[in-house]
């Protein structure tokens, strides 16, 4: 006697896969299934990050996965007459989704379960080595925790690129009765998603790797500042810190440890300098969202005042694995000083647009072209903007520079959070260095002169050397202004402003009406 086998398919519950019809299609498929008498088990996973074959179905054959995609409305129905639930052929088959070229080629190591599991399967999460980096840390000393992050050579994922391990050794010989740990969720640079990717695929690391970090410096109480633009993820946090409490993995006397951590999910104020970290401690603290001097650092006065670690999701993401596996295992990957891999974020005129995690030293141009495909429409690329509105445009003579946080440093770039937006030769480069100061203008918190009025006086400048109105004076002027921004600014929203205005000044003179390098008479 024959036992039919229950079927087993995933479908993203990812926030990029659900705008492009992926709860549609789930729910098309179980009601398919239901009318055809077929017993199937829906899974809904995160997101593979391969988005232009969202959403993307899987199905579960043998030891494999076989995908599908991208899968509309329209297709269910073919996709069951071709027998798609062992394997069947169809004009949307792509094989075992693992020896795509774009993934296989990866080296998943903090989005290793993302798209393989369940987000919000406590067991999912176990069964992938999930809480192992816990476990390991509860046996060991703080400083022997704090030791481990430095040997590993994790440093910031947020943009500044500081090590992680220094930051952390920092607070935990602060002395103080209350220290915190806090997460910096609010990805709001252009192109990035990859904090987001986290927070809704694979919520228990985040959770996991700030517990590591409260136990390692001696903090009782963590928040997470997550965008307020990311519904999705709040909701999937929230509802994974209920679990990690339910299952002992938060709380007092974690896993019968005695060492206490506490979470919570705070919903980011709106505005992009609160990502900046002091203004981010403000809004926090219920204020708005001003930087704050430094000294002193929030390692010894930050939140209310107290030792705080602060950093990004996916530098505390890269931890559980750090701490299961040894330093030593994450510290092979990499180039220099860049250790690991960075999650890219490949997004603008691209053909394959997605997440790419990599070890630094592959070159730019091996992003954009191995794995991106190249531009969507086909047309030469002219400049890719790296590390958000504020990273430098970098025209195609610097494609081949390794993303390496040194060797962006050294042609006046930063690798940042790692987004990637790609511009084909249409693109008016002195319209893109406008965008960036009129950007600063906006979302200047106001604090300091040189943001607020010189991001101003910028884009002043700007509109007169396009409308060719004292054009050497102008670009003189600018070029003064943006010294100044970088020098005087009080955070890096106006001192990081000038790199995509004088990159593109440098880089393409032409749309500035000719030689940039002028000065005023």
């Not at 995690?357 to 030469?380: I, M, Q, S, W, Y």
Request: with cysteine.
């Amino acid at each position: 006697m024959t036992i039919a086998m229950t079927a087993i398919i995933y479908i993203p519950r990812d926030s990029t896969a659900i705008a492009l019809g992926a709860n549609a299609v789930a729910a098309a498929i179980a009601l398919e299934a239901q009318t055809r008498g077929i017993d199937i088990r829906i899974v809904r996973n995160g997101s593979r990050g391969m988005f232009w074959l969202e959403p993307l179905v899987e199905v579960v054959s043998g030891q494999s996965r076989i995908g599908y995609g991208p899968v509309a409305l329209e297709d269910v129905s073919g996709l069951f007459d071709a027998g798609f639930l062992s394997g069947g052929v169809h004009s949307l088959l792509l094989g075992v989704t693992d020896e795509i070229p774009f993934l296989k080629n990866q080296e998943r190591l903090t989005f290793a379960r993302i798209g393989i599991t369940d987000p919000l399967s406590l067991d999912d999460y176990l069964a992938h080595e999930g809480y192992a980096g816990l476990q390991r840390a509860l046996g060991m000393t703080a400083d022997g925790i704090v030791q481990e992050v430095l040997d590993s050579g994790l440093r910031g994922r947020g943009g500044a690129a500081f090590p992680t391990g220094i930051k952390w050794k920092t607070v935990l010989t602060a002395q103080a009765a209350q220290k915190y740990v806090v997460c910096n969720a609010d990805e709001g640079d252009s192109g990035t998603f990859s904090d987001r990717m986290v927070m809704e695929d694979d919520p228990f690391m985040l959770i996991e790797g700030m517990t590591i970090a409260g136990i390692a410096v001696g903090a009782t109480q963590g928040y997470i500042y997550v965008r307020s633009e990311y519904p999705h993820a709040i909701g999937a946090l929230n509802e994974a810190i209920t679990i990690a409490y339910r299952h002992g993995y938060l709380g007092v006397d974690i896993l019968g440890s005695g060492q206490t951590f506490h979470l919570e999910v705070r919903k980011a104020a709106g505005a992009y300098v609160c990502g900046e970290e002091t203004a981010l401690l403000e809004s926090l603290e219920g204020k708005r969202g001003i930087v704050r001097a430094k000294p002193p650092l929030p390692a010894i006065e930050g939140l209310f005042g107290k030792p705080t670690v602060i950093n990004n999701v996916i530098s505390l993401a890269a931890v559980p694995l750090i701490m299961a596996r040894g330093a030593g295992f994450y510290q092979n990957y990499g180039m220099g000083r860049s250790r690991g891999t960075l999650p890219f974020q490949l997004a603008g005129n691209i053909r394959h647009g997605g997440l790419v995690e990599k070890a630094f030293g592959l070159t730019l141009r091996e992003l954009l072209v191995n794995f991106g495909g190249g531009t969507a429409n086909g047309r030469p690329i002219r400049a890719v903007q790296v590390g958000g509105p504020l990273g430098a445009y970098l025209p195609e003579s610097q494609l081949d520079t390794p993303m390496d946080y040194e060797a962006f440093a050294a042609i006046g770039a930063a690798v940042g959070h790692g987004g990637i937006v790609v511009f084909d030769d249409s693109v008016d480069m002195a319209k893109q260095a406008r965008y960036a100061m009129e950007f600063c203008a906006l979302e200047s918190c106001g604090k300091c002169t040189p943001c607020r009025i010189g991001s101003t006086r910028g884009v002043e400048a700007i509109d007169k050397i396009i409308a060719n109105q004292n054009r050497p004076q102008q670009i003189h002027l600018l070029r003064d202004l943006c010294d100044l921004m970088v020098n005087g600014s009080l955070c890096a929203m106006g001192g990081m402003t000038p790199y995509p205005v004088l990159s593109a000044l440098n880089h393409f003179p032409e749309d500035f009406g000719g030689d940039t390098t002028q000065k005023a008479a």
